[in-house]
């Protein structure tokens, strides 16, 4: 037989396997003993040699079929190669086709990553690659017939059952519900039972004690699978590459050298979720859970999530007894809604003990009276009758009842190891995971050197031989819960929290260990403030797995208990910093009472590491409040303490010194902080989302459109983590791409979701977008939605900005009034703001609002809008001071001021690629130009073309302007027509209609 499914070799009846060369010939072979069918020499021949003409490669082609005819015939099948004219075959019996033709959950599954194992032919990427898709196709069809057989095997599986449990097994086996849960008490045979049914299917361990961390267990199982993993996250079309940086907040070590995106509020919970629901199904097509009741909270509400689907059904096994309130009410309704069978084992009776010890001991012979016997002790428990046999039973009379029963039978097992056998199942019961022998080995105290590994050697194979340690990965641990229970009460109360104290050491150079596990050992050690310690940096890890919440409640303990100051104040520090996108308010105030008590911190380095962190977060907080006043003495602070700080604590206090200077505005000073954060970190690819900034602050849409537009193309996954969509919205709707920028502002609003300050900034750009487009109802929801989102925050800023863009759009529909209603409340939360980009469009609308309802618009907005221009040459802000120069023009009857200060504001706008802006300077035009006397017949063309235009790009209101003049001067029935689509586009379906024709025609061009 061919084997195939392992290391490739030829295997004859009765003799040695002779591997398969790693050769060409060999590499036909193979490929012809993998293919089901036939196989043409012209893909054979460009699957070898595809850099080959193709006469080249046939004729190579050729001279491999003769070699690996002779190969075959040195194996004793020397006609086992055929060709059928161009087609070619490989007729041998192999192990991978009767992989195929076994029954679904009887096959065991390929490793993808390293199939075929042990055989790689160097030079030959495009066999490598085959082998890859090969091995891929082969898996998913694996799991594809493990799915459709509803993971049920039939009467006829080929697995065995633990004696005494068919009916389990059957059970087990043939259920399709989407979950189920095996109860029953400890060493009832829980877990075989599950083993024997899904030998293949990977299997979650939940841990007494450890509960701290979330996923846990989870994230041991993948750890385990990590190859499969990466194979997966590989394939540009497996849905899991999507979620490879949600994973990888989950596993850094699925993304080594790759910087993850900012945190916000979503990034993990349903996102992360999604994320190892995803790995395991490119793993299994059902999952085990041994020990439910000892899962973490976070675990169990992903297990929940699985069951309320049909994707990945689990099998569980808890001792119900020993059930959380929280994990049994969840179980509870799980059943109620039918989704859960739960299936109690029972204790094995009197009837099956024969066959169960036949099968156990097999060379063992024990009477009826025996039997009774053990009967009678282990009271029917499977692990209790394997330690009464092990202890010398059924001679051995013990009267306790159990668990005592079983602990006193342990500890006699234990007590006749040699003592470092011993302190090494002490160690692995302390340690409650599974640990590597280099973990063990450190603490039983052996000499150092080649003594020391040969002392551990035979106390490792003699814990094994007792079946006190079992092998699993990544190392060794005790071979049964029970086991592990008894050797901890037998432990002295200070030599445990010895040892608890050497885990804690140990653990902590570990990168694979999690803070709340060394947080736990160090508490059982007896030392609360160095758990503390370790828990601050545990709720980094919950933050981190998207358990905000649970975070946040570890944070507020570390700042309540922590006698060290520093470390209570770095806590607060991160419960300040969840306010940052919630409500700034509060955030600034805890800022601030932190900073009170910073002078108390003593030690020097832990006072300027915190004030750092500290000044970088009242700079963010201040920014994003839009009260640059009190963010730039706090960017001071950071700016002097810099070069005193740690490269990696640099990197945020760069990011909102960048922010800062953008909206000072000074731009120069923007990109030499850029410089330096580029310096310290130059594969971070948010550097491309701070460039992108600087160039639209700058005034260079098209730059920063594309700087945008690159991130996006190589950092998808960045979009929960950097504003790259919202932002690329901004930039598409200033270069007159409206459908686009509505499609990026929806897909920001999706992307952060659940997030107020990001999903406030989406629905401004949104309400924009839909004005300019002419969808008012849809753009007054939004902008509404934006200004209580902004409120809710108590950020200024944005509050005037839903103000101003919603009077903008009552502008548009002809509600001056109204609109001047919003501009009066943005006013007061102008009052201080020097930002160009803000102050030209509060005046701007100002201006508007006013001439509107015949008013004259306040000098000292005017000369503020004269003074950003003057400090910003933004082509935002110059087109907005042309603006207001066209109205006021217009006001004044001065047709030739507003035609030059039109043309003014098409060319800056043509400059920059801003096509509404543009647009709407051509309709001004067209108005100066009537005003100054032009016959209407010489500006038809130009109406013309604005009026196509506006329609090409979607700019509703543009367009029935334009439109209703044609239709008004000299037009036609057709002018009429478009005319009064172009109003019924304006109008909407809803009724009332939010635009008002009527008054809207009195505004510019004002045809009346």
Same mark, same amino acid.
């Given at each position: 037989m061919l084997c195939l499914l392992n290391t490739p070799a030829w295997k004859p009846e009765n003799e040695p396997p002779r591997r398969l060369p790693?050769?060409?010939?060999?590499a036909l072979i193979l490929v012809l003993g993998a293919s089901e069918t036939s196989l043409p020499r012209e893909r054979l021949a460009a699957l070898l040699w595809p850099d080959a003409t193709p006469s080249e490669a046939m004729h190579h082609l050729r001279v491999n079929l003769n070699r690996a005819r002779t190969l075959l015939a040195q194996w004793g099948v020397p006609d086992s190669l055929q060709t059928e004219g161009k087609q070619l075959r490989l007729v041998l019996p192999t192990d991978l086709a009767l992989w195929k033709a076994a029954a679904a959950a009887d096959r065991p599954p390929l490793d993808t990553a390293q199939w075929p194992q042990g055989w790689q032919l160097d030079g030959h990427d495009s066999l490598a690659q085959w082998c890859a898709e090969t091995a891929l196709a082969l898996h998913r069809r694996w799991l594809r017939d493990s799915r459709t057989s509803a993971a049920a095997a039939t009467e006829a599986s080929t697995e065995q059952h633990p004696p005494a449990r068919a009916a389990e097994y059957q059970r087990l086996r043939r259920s399709t519900a989407p979950a189920l849960l095996l109860v029953g008490e400890a060493g009832a045979g829980k877990s075989t039972l599950l083993a024997a049914a899904f030998p293949h299917a990977p299997c979650l361990r939940g841990l007494e004690g $450890?509960?701290?961390?979330?996923?846990?267990? &989870?994230?041991?199982t993948l750890r385990a699978k990590i190859p499969a993993l990466l194979v997966a996250l590989g394939d540009a079309r497996h849905p899991l590459r999507a979620y490879r940086l949600d994973l990888a907040r989950l596993m850094p070590e699925l993304a080594p050298d790759e910087p993850l995106p900012p945190l916000d509020a979503l990034t993990a919970r349903a996102r992360q979720m999604q994320a190892l629901t995803l790995a395991f199904e490119a793993l299994s097509p059902v999952l085990l859970v041994d020990d439910l009741q000892w899962c973490d909270a976070a675990t169990v509400e992903w297990l929940m999530m699985l069951a309320h689907g049909d994707r990945l059904p689990w099998r569980a096994a808890a001792r119900g007894h020993e059930m959380g309130a929280g994990t049994a009410q969840a179980l509870q309704r799980l059943e109620t809604a039918g989704r859960l069978e739960t299936l109690a084992i029972a204790a094995l009776s009197r009837a099956d003990m024969p066959a169960v010890c036949s099968a156990r001991w097999p060379d063992s012979d024990f009477s009826a009276e025996q039997l009774d016997r053990l009967y009678e002790l282990s009271a029917g428990n499977p692990f209790a009758l394997g330690e009464l046999v092990a202890a010398g039973a059924p001679e051995v009379l013990l009267g306790e009842a159990l668990p005592q029963r079983v602990r006193q039978m342990v500890q006699r097992r234990l007590h006749a190891l040699s003592a470092v056998a011993l302190k090494a199942v002490e160690a692995a019961a302390v340690f409650v995971q599974p640990v590597p022998e280099a973990g063990l080995q450190s603490l039983l105290g052996l000499p150092s050197g080649e003594e020391g590994n040969a002392l551990w050697l035979q106390a490792r194979d003699e814990a094994l031989a007792a079946g006190m340690l079992r092998a699993q990965t990544p190392g060794l641990t005790c071979c049964h819960d029970l086991i592990r229970e008894a050797t901890l009460a037998h432990l002295p109360a200070a030599r445990r929290a010895t040892l608890h104290r050497h885990v804690a050491l140990w653990l902590a150079q570990q990168p694979w260990a999690d803070a709340m596990t060394i947080a736990l050992h160090w508490r059982q050690a007896g030392e609360p403030q160095t758990a503390l310690a370790w828990r601050h940096q545990g709720a980094e890890q919950l933050k981190a797995r998207g358990r905000y919440d649970e975070a946040r409640e570890v944070w507020q303990e570390?700042?309540?208990?922590?006698?060290?100051?520093?470390?209570?104040?770095?806590?607060?520090?991160? $419960?300040?910093?969840c306010d940052l996108l919630e409500d700034l308010a509060r955030g600034e105030t805890a800022l601030l009472a932190i900073e009170a008590q910073l002078d108390g911190v003593a030690d020097p380095d832990q006072r300027r590491l915190i004030d750092g962190r500290l000044r970088a977060a009242l700079v963010d907080n201040r920014v994003f409040a839009g009260d640059l006043p009190r963010a730039i003495p706090q960017a001071a602070r950071l700016r002097a303490l810099l070069p005193e700080l740690p490269v990696s604590e640099r990197i945020h206090a760069y990011e909102v010194l960048i922010e800062l200077a953008m909206r000072e505005p000074d731009i120069p000073a923007?990109?030499?902080?850029?410089?330096?954060?580029?310096?310290?970190?130059?594969?971070?690819?948010?550097?491309? =989302?701070?460039? @992108?900034?600087?160039?639209?602050? @700058?005034? +260079? &849409?098209?730059?920063?459109?594309?700087?945008?537009?690159?991130?996006?193309?190589?950092h998808p996954d960045y979009c929960r983590g950097i504003t790259i969509e919202n932002d690329l919205a901004v930039m598409l709707s200033a270069l007159g791409e409206p459908a686009q920028a509505e499609a990026y502002a929806r897909r920001s609003l999706q992307s952060w979701a659940g997030v107020a300050h990001i999903q406030s900034l989406s629905r401004l750009v949104l309400g924009s977008v839909l004005s300019s487009l002419g969808r008012h109802a849809e753009a007054e929801r939004a902008l509404r939605e934006a200004l209580h989102l902004a409120q809710e925050q108590s950020?200024?800023?944005?509050?005037?900005?839903?103000?101003?863009?919603?009077?903008?759009?009552?502008?548009q529909c002809g509600r001056p009034a109204e609109a001047a209603l919003r501009v009066a409340r943005a006013a007061p939360l102008m009052t201080d703001t020097q930002e160009p980009l803000r102050v030209s469009n509060w005046v701007l609308v100002s201006v508007l609002a006013?001439?509107? +309802? @015949?008013?004259?618009?306040?000098?000292?907005?005017?000369?503020?809008?004269?003074?950003? =221009?003057?400090? $910003?040459?933004?082509?935002?802000?110059?087109?907005?001071?042309?603006? &207001?120069?066209?109205?006021?023009?217009?006001?004044?009857?001065? @047709?030739?001021?507003?035609?030059?200060?039109a043309e003014r504001q098409a060319a800056v706008a043509r400059a920059a690629g801003m096509q509404e802006w543009a647009t709407e300077a051509d309709l001004l035009t067209l108005r100066a130009r009537a005003l100054m006397g032009e016959p209407d017949a010489g500006l038809r063309p130009l109406a013309q073309e604005i009026e196509a235009r506006s329609t090409a790009k979607g700019y509703a209101e543009l367009r029935w302007r334009a439109a209703a003049w044609l239709a008004a001067h000299g037009g036609k029935e057709a002018d009429a027509r478009r005319a009064r689509a172009a109003?019924?586009? $304006?109008?909407?379906?809803?009724?009332?209609?939010l635009f008002d024709a009527k008054t809207a025609a009195h505004r510019e061009p004002r045809w009346d």
């Open positions: 790693s050769t060409l010939p060999g $450890l509960h701290g961390m979330p996923y846990r267990p &989870v994230l041991e570390v700042a309540d208990g922590s006698l060290d100051l520093a470390q209570s104040l770095r806590a607060r520090l991160e $419960l300040a910093a923007a990109w030499g902080w850029l410089a330096q954060f580029r310096a310290a970190a130059p594969h971070n690819p948010t550097l491309l =989302s701070f460039e @992108g900034q600087i160039h639209w602050f @700058g005034g +260079q &849409v098209r730059a920063a459109h594309d700087a945008l537009a690159k991130l996006l193309e190589r950020s200024a800023w944005l509050e005037a900005e839903a103000l101003l863009r919603h009077a903008r759009l009552l502008l006013a001439t509107a +309802q @015949g008013l004259t618009p306040a000098a000292d907005e005017l000369a503020r809008l004269r003074d950003a =221009s003057a400090r $910003l040459k933004h082509p935002m802000v110059q087109c907005r001071e042309a603006r &207001v120069d066209v109205e006021l023009a217009l006001a004044g009857g001065d @047709g030739p001021a507003a035609r030059l200060a109003l019924a586009q $304006l109008r909407g379906s809803e009724r009332p209609s």
